[in-house]
């Protein structure tokens, strides 16, 4: 019982923002960040997610290159709950009920996985927000993966921070217990919906680390690894995580080619 009010809670929530975005659109730039912020936090909180955050948040007008480990679909609102930004997406997902038409106003950028020719515009795009003061979050292991291993952050995004010359701010996410949260192999997105809202004590936390300078890490490639390494190091005296029942059999740090961002 107590699943399904948080599924109809949650839902509403959701549903809540599509409704009442659009009068988000008078409200200054602040405005529409702390409206974010409150309205993630909402339906985090209805689906049963308790959120901690560790870390100081970066001043809300800092330009930023936001780079953060990708466990589930919770990422997302997750992230927008602390540090709310322009998300970078798979294009897939503006096709998706209620949440694409939302995403798509809250300003996602959408990139094809399947036309590499448009990663260069997809940078641009990204540069442009940065170089005008705004924020990008990525997801740069490109699918979520569960475990201390991870996977390699990809490079192209940080060439984004590179062209608008703005800081890395790379961020650490963990969920205890995991295997509620987990997202893995040909997992449908309706069934990891409901293990989150059947757990119990389900915790997301977000973990802030020192922002990465482009200066001192010149190319992409450089930066990406720096990025990686402080995300990681987060890790490295934890112990070991797995990922929920359904895939137990699977190494921890299992990936998913269908991942919701």
């Keep these: ?86 998300m970078l997406a798979k294009r897939e997902v503006r096709q998706w009920p209620v949440l694409g038409p939302l995403a798509a106003r809250g300003g996602t950028i959408f990139i094809d996985r399947d036309r590499l020719r448009a990663l260069p515009e997809t940078v641009r795009t990204m540069a442009a927000a940065m170089a005008g003061g705004g924020r990008v979050v990525v997801f740069p292991e490109g699918s979520t993966w569960c475990g201390r291993g991870g996977g390699a952050f990809r490079h192209a995004a940080f060439q984004a921070a590179l062209d608008a010359s703005v800081p890395v701010l790379p961020v650490r996410i963990e969920y205890r217990p995991v295997g509620p949260a987990a997202f893995v192999g040909e997992d449908p997105l309706g069934a990891s919906l409901w293990r989150v809202v059947a757990a119990r004590g389900l915790t997301a936390e977000i973990r802030i680390l020192d922002p990465i300078s482009t200066i001192q890490y010149p190319n992409r490639r450089a930066l990406a690894r720096a990025a990686q390494r402080a995300v990681a190091s987060e890790s490295a005296n934890r112990p070991s995580l797995s990922v929920h029942q359904r895939v137990s059999s699977s190494p921890a740090a299992a990936s998913s080619a269908r991942t919701p961002a």
């Design 1 to 86: 019982m107590l699943a399904v009010v948080r599924l109809v809670l949650g839902m509403t929530a959701v549903l809540a923002g599509v409704v009442l975005s659009p009068l988000a659109v008078p409200l200054s730039s602040a405005g529409r960040r702390a409206l974010v912020r409150v309205w993630c936090r909402l339906v985090l909180r209805s689906f049963g997610v308790r959120v901690t955050v560790t870390g100081t948040p970066a001043p809300v007008d800092a330009p930023l290159l936001i780079v953060a480990n990708h466990i589930s679909w919770l990422d997302i609102p997750l992230v927008a709950s602390v540090l709310p930004g322009r």
